[in-house]
């Protein structure tokens, strides 16, 4: 009997096996789509095909089922014979990213797995199914990428020869925030540095700093709105001027968003007309201020206050998300950027992806952690605590991941790891925002940053290094290494005595302001600048010091003993020299000419160490053809650059002086060669008028030529070679570069008797030309203080010896010979090498002892 039962008992559980297999073999159904808001698909029973089944919805993190019928009409299945078509579903599942990483969905009746299903659900996966997504996250990670690791094609050395041994260096950044007249400047609005610029660009002529607040504010309004857009460069700032600039404007009727520095810039927009009383006009021009307008002042958000950030950071009140939610800042950068608009901000993962979108764009504007909505941060953030996201620690650190599968460096196995490179982007996003005083996590920002102690500026990336690493042995040569000028030129000689001097250099190529052109010159191969050393020598004219301690990291010179090394024409000091001169611990020059100028008004010593010549370089010879010259002719020589300032070159001397010597009717077969560049590139006035008066001397006589070029250096001395002698009838030089260079050719040089080229232009040398001392003018020379003098060569004096040039070529030889002698002997690089050990030497010492 009990066998009996069995087998009947197996016999109807076999029946129902069947009917099982049989009745799951009639269903069908397939998920289509699964996103953040919805589930779709259709499921059918072809032994029903006109009835609607119901889907059960299993979705980890859930405890309950969502149950579904599938009756919603679809063309598809009709076209496809699916019973009357009407076998699909469009569930609605707000969050459904949010809400579990897998999803399972079955007939409700039969238990029937539809394909597709199961499905692994999450926010980076949602992202990397959208096509428009993935390319804003892909194009974000990238730019962060790149921020965040500049690239350097400088190859790491050792850094055996550290030391813990710095100087008290007088070149401190805070000097350049001091408030230039305190007792009649309480609020500080005009720093040394504000106070430098304002001379530096001769607004002194147009208003002064008094204790009237009004004028005052004129020069400040001038600094940020006048002369800080030019510059495409943020501005340094104090701390000061940060409040005071933050204060709300005391205008009645203007809400506290509207902060003095936002008033002022928005009322001179010439582009935009806001009405400030009106909360719509109030939040866009804001958006505007701090979007816009002050990241060119202030890049690192100094000049962003809490209230305008809490007016930004609203709710725009346009549509009411659970998830990711928007503000009025995150609608108006995605409505305003081409590249965002693509999103669909209905979608969940489409704002998740704008949040994520704009926490990269950190890399580039910190002060954007401050707008992000602090739910969606939250969220992107939360750590993951489901099995299936083990390897995984947030959405934000997902979605990295899943972009960087794209672009990836690979490491030296050929291998990639997407999640560990997309933690080290995202430490470093967060070490980024540290740095500067902002997190994720909060609105405000840090009272203790460092950005918020002074500098409103970005250090050059490739040299960031911690104050207590310690400081390099050896000097870092900081300057126009690769401008064609003579500022450049020095540079580059100054690294050859250096290294002829057996000193450990480095470089800094600086040379903010410098209009020179570049790439004309020969290449500097020496170490870049990536350790700070004991000794900075900045090869900067004084007017520019300030500049580089104002934009270079300050760790580069805070700590070390600074040099600069200086050229002036005039026999007075500039104002805007005033603050370099406060700065650095001590002044190299080339001349007794400029040791004497500096040292009336330096507090530090002033050496006069000299200035090399190198070397010539072995160039191809050439025929006069090539450049259009006459066999027959003896041409006369003047070289310069007219960004030098034609009144101080003197060429309209030289044209009469020419002429003078060799009238027009003369049968004497001369010529004269005026030699320039940068010419079309002069637009002052004064210096405009100069050089039409040259032309129309020019035109008139046949025998001169004008050339406005940048030759290449080797093409520079062959063209020199060609001629016959050299003339400068300089009103003032620092050195004189196109002079010594002549003499190393064996050039005969005509020079003014005056100036920093008497170091080598003496009577056996050359021949010197008298003069008598003025006073220039104004609009002559770059800053012309009262007082001030140069030359004023005698017309009679320069003619005489052109003539004696050209009508003595035995005497014309023995000097030449003389004076290569002594460039040599006296300028060559073991020469001014020893005269600079010499004096590294005593700063040694001076560190060392102090």
Same mark, same amino acid.
């Given at each position: 009997?009990?066998?009996?039962?069995?087998?009947?008992?197996?016999?109807?559980?076999?029946?129902?096996?069947?009917?099982?297999?049989?009745?799951?073999?009639?269903?069908?159904?397939?998920?289509?789509?699964?996103?953040?808001?919805?589930?779709?698909?259709?499921?059918? +029973?072809? $032994?029903?095909?006109? #009835?609607?089944?119901?889907?059960?919805?299993?979705?980890?993190?859930?405890?309950?089922?969502?149950?579904?019928?599938?009756?919603? +009409?679809?063309?598809?299945?009709?076209?496809?014979?699916?019973?009357?078509?009407?076998?699909?579903?469009?569930?609605?599942?707000?969050?459904? $990213?949010?809400?579990?990483?897998?999803?399972?969905?079955?007939?409700?009746?039969?238990?029937?797995?539809?394909?597709?299903?199961?499905? #692994?659900?999450?926010?980076?996966?949602?992202?990397?199914?959208?096509?428009?997504?993935?390319?804003?996250?892909?194009? @974000? $990670?990238?730019?962060?990428?790149?921020?965040?690791?500049?690239?350097?094609?400088?190859?790491? @050395?050792?850094?055996?020869?550290?030391?813990?041994?710095?100087?008290?260096?007088?070149?401190?950044? +805070?000097?350049?925030?001091?408030?230039?007249?305190?007792?009649?400047?309480?609020?500080?609005?005009?720093? #040394?540095?504000?106070?430098?610029?304002?001379?530096?660009?001769?607004?002194?002529?147009?208003?002064?700093?008094?204790?009237?607040?009004? @004028?005052?504010?004129?020069?400040?309004?001038?600094?940020?709105?006048?002369?800080?857009?030019?510059?495409?460069?943020?501005?340094?700032?104090?701390?000061?001027?940060?409040?005071?600039?933050?204060?709300?404007?005391?205008?009645?009727?203007?809400?506290?968003?509207?902060?003095?520095?936002?008033?002022?810039?928005?009322?001179?927009?010439?582009?935009?007309?806001y009405d400030l009383r009106n909360e719509a006009a109030l939040q866009e021009a804001t958006f505007w201020w701090c979007v816009e307008r002050s990241p060119l002042v202030a890049p690192n958000g100094d000049l962003i206050t809490d209230q305008q950030v809490s007016l930004l950071t609203k709710s725009d009140g346009r549509d009411t998300y659970q998830t990711y939610p928007i503000n009025y800042f995150l609608r108006r950068l995605w409505e305003l950027d081409p590249s965002l608009t693509t999103l669909d901000l209905k979608s969940a993962v489409s704002r998740a992806v704008l949040t994520a979108v704009v926490m990269l764009r950190c890399a580039e504007r910190p002060y954007y952690a401050r707008f992000l909505p602090r739910s969606s941060v939250s969220a992107l953030l939360a750590p993951h605590t489901r099995q299936t996201d083990k390897d995984f620690s947030n959405d934000f650190l997902q979605l990295i991941s899943q972009t960087l599968k794209d672009f990836m460096e690979y490491d030296t196995t050929g291998r990639a790891d997407p999640k560990q490179s997309a933690k080290k982007l995202i430490e470093q996003l967060n070490a980024h925002l540290n740095r500067n005083g902002y997190a994720f996590s909060r609105a405000t920002r840090s009272k203790t940053s460092e950005m918020n102690a002074g500098l409103c500026f970005k250090p050059d990336p490739s040299i960031i290094v911690e104050a207590t690493s310690g400081l390099e042995v050896g000097v870092a040569v900081i300057g126009p290494t690769r401008a064609t000028s003579g500022l450049g030129q020095a540079t580059r000689l100054s690294i050859d005595v250096l290294g002829k001097a057996g000193q450990d250099i480095s470089i800094l190529d600086f040379g903010l302001d410098n209009p020179a052109p570049v790439g004309f010159t020969s290449s500097v191969r020496t170490r870049k600048l990536t350790t700070p050393k004991q000794i900075n020598l900045l090869h900067l004219n004084a007017e520019s010091i300030p500049l580089a301690f104002a934009y270079l990291d300050s760790n580069v010179y805070r700590h070390s003993y600074n040099i600069g090394y200086f050229f002036w024409e005039l026999d007075q000091l500039p104002r805007c020299h005033s603050l370099a001169l406060r700065m650095l611990?001590?002044?190299?020059?080339?001349?007794?000419?400029? #040791?004497?100028?500096?040292?009336?008004?330096?507090?530090?010593?002033?050496?006069?160490?000299?200035?090399?010549?190198? $070397?010539?370089?072995?160039?191809?010879?050439?025929?006069?053809?090539?450049? /259009?010259?006459?066999?027959?002719?003896?041409?006369?020589?003047?070289?310069?650059?007219?960004?030098?300032?034609?009144?101080?070159?003197?060429?309209? /001397?030289?044209?009469?002086?020419?002429?003078?010597?060799?009238?027009?009717?003369?049968?004497?077969?001369?010529?004269?060669?005026?030699?320039?560049?940068?010419?079309?590139?002069?637009?002052?006035?004064?210096?405009?008028?100069?050089?039409?008066?040259?032309?129309d001397i020019v035109r008139r006589d046949p025998r001169i030529r004008i050339i406005d070029e940048t030759f290449s250096y080797n093409d520079l001395l062959a063209f020199k070679k060609l001629c016959n002698a050299y003339v400068s009838l300089h009103r003032s030089e620092g050195w004189g570069f196109g002079l010594i260079e002549a003499m190393q050719l064996g050039i005969p040089v005509i020079a003014t008797a005056y100036s920093g080229n008497l170091e080598f232009c003496r009577t056996e040398t050359a021949w010197l030309v008298d003069y008598e001392l003025v006073t220039p003018n104004q609009n002559e020379y770059i800053f012309v203080e009262r007082g001030s003098r140069w030359a004023h060569p005698s017309i009679e004096s320069a003619a005489s010896t052109m003539r004696l040039v050209f009508s003595s070529p035995i005497e014309v030889s023995q000097r030449c010979d003389e004076a290569r002698r002594v460039v040599h002997e006296e300028f060559g690089l073991v020469a001014i090498a020893n005269r600079y050990q010499a004096r590294l030497d005593v700063i040694k010492n001076i560190i060392s002892g102090q």
């Open positions: 009997m009990l066998l009996k039962h069995a087998r009947k008992k197996m016999k109807i559980f076999r029946r129902a096996l069947v009917q099982k297999q049989t009745v799951h073999q009639t269903i069908e159904g397939v998920i289509d789509i699964v996103d953040d808001e919805r589930v779709v698909g259709w499921a059918y +029973d072809t $032994a029903a095909p006109e #009835r609607a089944l119901l889907i059960k919805i299993l979705i980890d993190g859930l405890d309950d089922p969502i149950i579904a019928l599938a009756n919603v +009409d679809r063309q598809d299945l009709r076209n496809a014979g699916k019973g009357n078509g009407q076998h699909g579903f469009d569930v609605s599942i707000k969050g459904l $990213a949010s809400i579990g990483s897998q999803i399972r969905i079955y007939t409700l009746e039969h238990g029937r797995e539809l394909h597709g299903s199961p499905v #692994r659900i999450n926010l980076a996966e949602l992202a990397a199914r959208s096509p428009v997504a993935s390319n804003c996250l892909r194009m @974000e $990670a990238y730019k962060a990428q790149k921020l965040l690791n500049p690239t350097s094609s400088v190859k790491e @050395e050792s850094r055996a020869n550290i030391t813990n041994i710095t100087y008290r260096t007088r070149s401190q950044p +805070d000097v350049l925030f001091e408030t230039e007249s305190p007792d009649i400047d309480p609020e500080g609005l005009i720093t #040394r540095y504000v106070n430098f610029e304002h001379h530096r660009f001769k607004q002194d002529q147009h208003f002064s700093l008094t204790g009237n607040l009004g @004028e005052r504010l004129q020069i400040l309004h001038w600094y940020l709105a006048g002369y800080g857009p030019h510059r495409a460069l943020p501005l340094p700032l104090s701390k000061q001027q940060i409040e005071f600039l933050n204060s709300p404007i005391p205008i009645i009727g203007l809400r506290c968003e509207v902060s003095i520095a936002a008033y002022s810039f928005i009322l001179n927009e010439p582009s935009k007309s611990d001590e002044i190299w020059v080339s001349s007794e000419y400029n #040791r004497e100028i500096y040292a009336k008004f330096a507090e530090v010593p002033v050496i006069n160490v000299g200035m090399a010549v190198e $070397a010539l370089p072995e160039f191809s010879s050439t025929t006069r053809d090539r450049f /259009g010259l006459d066999e027959q002719t003896f041409y006369f020589l003047a070289t310069f650059d007219s960004f030098s300032f034609v009144e101080r070159k003197n060429p309209l /001397g030289v044209l009469a002086a020419f002429q003078h010597a060799f009238p027009a009717a003369g049968s004497e077969r001369v010529g004269l060669i005026l030699k320039t560049q940068n010419r079309t590139r002069v637009d002052d006035p004064h210096q405009v008028r100069v050089w039409q008066a040259i032309d």
